[in-house]
Nanobody, 112 residues
Framework: QVQLVESGGGLVQPGGSLRLSCVASGSFFSIYTMGWYRQAPGKQRELVAGITRDGSTNYADSVKGRFTISRDNAKNTVYLQMNGLKPEDTAVYYC??????WGQGTQVTVSS
């Protein structure tokens, strides 16, 4: 069983930056494809970014060029660096391992 603990969310002005972290406990972290999803009020949960165990990444078109996903397998941690934040990025952000295990979510609010 894997537990995921997220941190780094908060309130930021448009154009600002945040870095989300997700620390995993349990076995086999290094083999999992990890990802970040987000869910805005009234919307379905959507994939933001994913990263395989080998470091291959993919991004939603809406965040491409602004967000960067990375992982440190030695620290059992996955990150989401978010730059150039827009109000449309406001959502609860969830970390996932293989789309099976999920974190509790962390709120990101982008507002002036």
């Amino acid at each position: 069983q894997v537990q995921l603990v997220e941190s780094g969310g908060g309130l930021v002005q448009p154009g600002g930056s945040l870095r989300l972290s997700c620390v995993a406990s349990g076995s086999f972290f290094s083999i999992y494809t990890m990802g970040w999803y987000r869910q805005a009020p009234g919307k379905q949960r959507e994939l933001v970014a994913g990263i395989t165990r080998d470091g291959s990444t993919n991004y939603a078109d809406s965040v491409k060029g602004r967000f960067t996903i990375s992982r440190d397998n030695a620290k059992n941690t996955v990150y989401l660096q978010m730059n150039g934040l827009k109000p449309e990025d406001t959502a609860v952000y969830y970390c996932t391992a293989a789309n099976v295990y999920w974190g509790q979510g962390t709120q990101v609010t982008v507002s002036s």
